[in-house]
C-alpha cells in the first residue's frame, strides 16, 4: 500500500491551494481517509476526515476554509485549503484513519505546503 501526496508549493496568504493523495492498495471506498499536517518542531496532526460514506469533519484551525473530498473511482482524497495562512506552513499527508485519529497506514512523503506573509 502506498500514499502519494502532490501539488503542495509556495502560496501568499489568503491564498488557495489544492493537494491531492492517491492511495494504491485495496478497499479505498470503504476507507476513512483523513488529512493530516506536520509543521517543523511538532508532531503530526489531523486535519480533516472523510467516511466512506462522504460524512466530512474538521480540526477547529482549519473549519471553514479546508474542504476534504474524495474521489473513488481514482482511489484519490483531496483537500482544498483556502484563506491560506503562513502557519498553515507544514508537510501535508493523507492516510487511512483509526477511530483514535491515528494513521493505519506506513505514512508517504507528504507534499510541502509554504504559504508566506
Known amino acids: 500500500v502506498q500514499l502519494q501526496a502532490s501539488g503542495g508549493g509556495l502560496v501568499q496568504a489568503g491564498g488557495s491551494l489544492r493537494i491531492s493523495c492517491v492511495f494504491s492498495?485495496?478497499?479505498?471506498?470503504?476507507?476513512?481517509m483523513g488529512w493530516y499536517r506536520q509543521q517543523l518542531g511538532n508532531e503530526r496532526e489531523l486535519l480533516a476526515t472523510?467516511?466512506?460514506?462522504?460524512?466530512?469533519d474538521y480540526r477547529d484551525s482549519v473549519r471553514g476554509r479546508f474542504r476534504i473530498t474524495r474521489d473513488n473511482a481514482k482511489n484519490t482524497v483531496y483537500l482544498q485549503m483556502n484563506s491560506l495562512k503562513p502557519e498553515d506552513t507544514a508537510v501535508y499527508y493523507c492516510?487511512?484513519?483509526?477511530?483514535?485519529?491515528?494513521?493505519?497506514?506506513?505514512w508517504g512523503q507528504g507534499t510541502q505546503v509554504t504559504v508566506s506573509s
Open positions: 492516510n487511512d484513519v483509526l477511530s483514535n485519529g491515528e494513521g493505519t497506514l506506513p
Open positions: 492498495g485495496e478497499f479505498f471506498s470503504r476507507r476513512r
Open positions: 472523510i467516511t466512506s460514506r462522504h460524512t466530512v
